[in-house]
């Protein structure tokens, strides 16, 4: 996947050294404008906030494949937590280490959201090594992975 940037008035290299700056170290728009101007590159903090908006799940995307792979060792669970004052699922892959592999988060606990999850995690990081569900009782997860 190629992503455009048809109709962008700046160099795609600022485009997506900007994006890449505030996913990558999370500082606030108005900081980054004033990275940016250091380097030399005036940009409005709006106008960088369009560009995250735009790119930045393209760059998650294009950067996926590339993503290094873990050792077939991982494992998949959800658990309730609150985000912004909203209680939301959160479902996650994690490696033997500890390190998040991928995440997702959903407004409500259904079957539809964690397999599309457990698709995508499998997609990316391959088949784990064993299928172990812990007893959940209504769990999502365990009747997918069961039937």
Request: net charge positive; proline share 3%.
């Amino acid at each position: 996947m190629t992503i455009s940037f048809k109709g962008a008035h700046f160099p795609k290299d600022v485009i997506l050294h900007a994006v890449f700056f505030y996913l990558r170290f999370g500082v606030s728009y108005r900081d980054l404008e004033e990275i940016m101007a250091e380097r030399g590159v005036r940009v409005d903090h709006a106008t960088l906030n369009r560009w995250v908006e735009r790119y930045a799940c393209q760059v998650a995307e294009d950067a996926r494949p590339r993503k290094r792979p873990n050792d077939g060792s991982w494992r998949m669970d959800e658990t309730y937590i609150k985000v912004k004052g909203q209680w939301v699922y959160l479902y996650r892959a994690v490696d033997k280490f500890g390190k998040t592999l991928d995440f997702m988060l959903s407004k409500r606990r259904n079957q539809p959201a964690a397999i599309k999850f457990l698709a995508r995690a499998m997609e990316v990081n391959g088949l784990p090594r064993k299928k172990i569900c812990r007893k959940v009782r209504n769990g999502s997860l365990q009747s997918i992975l069961h039937g």
